[in-house]
C-alpha cells in the first residue's frame, strides 16, 4: 500500500521584549528549560545617549563643570522564544526627547567665556560632546605721561559682567600716592587685553611735583 508523507511544520512562539514587556537579561525565558534560550541584553530595547558641554581654558583644563543632558530610547522587539533570536532587529527607536536645551555658558571669576549660548542639538542615538573656550581677563595698568608703567602700582584684573560669561566690567582703579587718574573708569573694549589708565604727577600751587605724602592714601586692588 501506499504510504502518504507528511511535512510538520513547527512554528515556535515569539515575545515581545521592550520597555512594557520587560525581563531581566541572560534569564531562561522559558523558566520552566533553565537551560534553554535566554532573554537578550537589555541594551535590545533601551539606550541612553548624552550630550554634554565641558567648559575648559585654552588648555583643556576644567573651568567649570560639564553640562550633561540625557536621551533615553528605547523600542519593542519580538523574540524567537525557542532560540532567544530578535526577529525584527530594525524595529524603530523612540527617544524620550526631540532635542536637547540650548545652555547658558557660566559665568567664572577672572575668565570670559568665547561663546555665551550653546544651542541644544536634536538628539541622535550617539553621544555628542562641545567645548567652550574660556580666557583669563586683561587687567588695568596703570602708566605715567609717557606711558611707562608705574612702579609699585597694582594692576586690577576687570570684573566678570554677572549678566554675560563673555564680557568684561572696569575694577576699581588703583589709587597711587602723588598721581591722579586722567580717567574715573577703564572700560574694556576686549576683555583679554590690558587696558592702558594714564595717570598725572601731583603738583603744588608753585608748580613742583609732589612726593609720595602730595596725594596721601594708599594703593587699593
Known sequence: PNKNSYT?????????????????????????DPNGAKWPAKDTYSKSYTATVHFTDPNGNKIADDNVQTSNWTRTVKVDKVTGQVLNPDAAWTSDIKSYQDIKAPVVDGYYATQKTIAGQPAVQQNIENTVEYHKFGRVIPV????????????PTYRNDPNDPTKALSPQLPTIPGYTATTDQATPTNPGTDTYVTY???TDNAGNSKGSNGNGGSTDN
Open 8 to 32: 510538520i511544520t513547527v512554528k515556535h512562539g515569539t515575545a515581545e521584549y521592550g520597555p512594557n514587556d520587560q525581563h531581566q537579561a541572560g534569564t531562561p525565558i522559558n523558566p520552566a
Open 144 to 155: 605715567d605721561a609717557n606711558g611707562k608703567p608705574i612702579t609699585g602700582a597694582t594692576t
Open 200 to 202: 598725572t604727577k601731583n
